[in-house]
């Protein structure tokens, strides 16, 4: 039953990541919130619409929730994205005490430039911040989702987080 929850609201979010990629300054990362059974928000990635590097399709989607409910928690809430949360997502989504999170696309199924370049795992995050009751799960709907993505072997362009003339020096 879960299962097939999982399948129906990991659709609802591959149809925002579909938004987002026809919205100018949109880029193709869905999400949507689920509670009881019912869609309470969708969201896609606003970067570029928002000129906020923080506004990926997670962060939106809190952000806008909890301030339509003048509330920091996001407990019983299920979070559902195309593509794995990253640090910053999966943070939020502990500092917002959501209670579970379903993703689609797997950070080793797409190109690495979606990710921070030292990238803790969002299990490890989780384990890390003490809430190993958070139950996550990936690889729901994952070939429709890692279609929206560039593929790990692909060329992919430069970004602020990615360029490597302004990592700190190792020596
Ligand atoms: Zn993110």
């Known amino acids: 039953m879960k299962d097939a929850k999982d399948l129906e609201f990991m659709a609802a979010a591959l149809e925002q990541a579909r938004a987002g990629q026809e919205t100018p300054g949109g880029a193709q990362v869905g999400c949507v919130l689920v509670e009881n ?8 990635n606003e970067g570029d619409l928002q000129c ?19 509330s920091t928690s996001l407990k019983g809430i299920t979070v559902y994205c ?4 990253c640090g910053m997502c999966t943070m939020a989504c502990l500092w917002a005490g959501v209670s579970r ?6 950070r080793n199924d797409v190109n690495s430039v979606y990710f921070e370049s030292r990238h ?7 384990h890390q911040a003490f809430r190993d009751d958070l139950d996550v799960k990936g690889g729901v709907l994952s070939k429709e989702c890692t279609s929206f993505y560039l593929k790990p072997e692909d060329t992919a362009p430069n970004d602020p987080a990615h360029d490597v003339t302004s990592s700190p020096s190792l020596s």
Request: proline share 5%; net charge neutral.
């Open 101 to 106: 999170i379903v993703y689609g696309a797997a």
């Open 37 to 44: 059974g019912a869609v309470v928000c969708s969201s896609f």
């Open 120 to 126: 803790f795992d969002t299990a490890d995050f989780i």
């Open 52 to 70: 906020d590097p923080t506004a990926h399709a997670e962060m939106v989607g809190i952000r806008r929730l909890c301030k339509e409910r003048k």
């Open 82 to 85: 195309t593509l794995q949360p």
